[in-house]
């Protein structure tokens, strides 16, 4: 598989670090207790935090939130996935335990305040990801059941068009228990070095090989 930045993310922003770890023949299943058990007790700790702090004081969601203005999609009204996490916990509504994939996904969402985004790459389209800038007209089905429009907002594309987005996901390539390959996307915060992205990604990618089995490709990129 194949990766490209295309000019239109270049021409916009000079300071996202993305990350792609590429998994295969991975196994998908029920969370096992450890993984609810932390899911669980981060939510409880992030919920008291945010009795003293505002989403916004988190340098990770202020800083996506930027990202979105300067590409031209309004993040007050479309809320970078990582927000809508943290806003949720914030209303004690928490997150129950989806199943494996999806919960180290989230975990480390919120962890990092970082959007992060797991694909089944059995459906994804041809042998070539691109992460762009959404155009006038573009649409896709979101996880969170809408039609998105997609002007303005950073996309992963494949050859069928858009299946992902830091701020909701595509239906047509959520990964299931069924799932054996995976691509995940690593929106990192803009003020993080390379070393630590590189070392972020790489301790999200052996978690989730701990839990899954299976292999792993890291690829990193500075716009």
Request: aromatic residues 10%; glycine residues 6%.
């Amino acid at each position: 598989m194949q990766f490209f930045i295309d000019d239109s993310v270049k021409s916009r922003l000079n300071d996202v670090k993305i990350s792609l770890i590429h998994y295969t023949t991975i196994q998908v299943g029920a969370s096992p207790q450890m993984i609810k058990g932390r899911l669980q007790l981060f939510q409880e700790a992030l919920f008291l935090d945010l009795q003293e702090k505002q989403v916004s004081d988190f340098s990770g969601i202020s800083e996506w939130r930027d990202i979105f203005k300067k590409t031209g999609y309004n993040p007050s009204r479309y809320r970078p996935s990582n927000e809508a996490l943290y806003r949720r916990v914030q209303k004690q509504q928490f997150l129950q335990s989806h199943h494996s994939a999806t919960d180290i996904n989230n975990f480390f969402s919120m962890e990092y305040a970082i959007p992060i985004g797991i694909y089944d790459t059995s459906k994804i389209k041809g042998d070539t990801v691109t992460i762009a800038i959404g155009q006038e007209g573009e649409t896709y089905s979101g996880l969170n059941g809408r039609d998105i429009h997609a002007e303005g907002l950073l996309v992963a594309k494949d050859e069928q068009g858009i299946f992902g987005s830091p701020y909701v996901d595509s239906v047509r390539t959520a990964v299931t228990e069924s799932t054996t390959d995976a691509l995940q996307i690593v929106f990192h915060q803009p003020s993080i070095s390379d070393d630590n992205a590189k070392k972020l990604t790489e301790s999200l990618a052996k978690m989730f090989t701990q839990v899954h089995g299976g292999d792993h490709k890291v690829t990193n990129y500075t716009i």
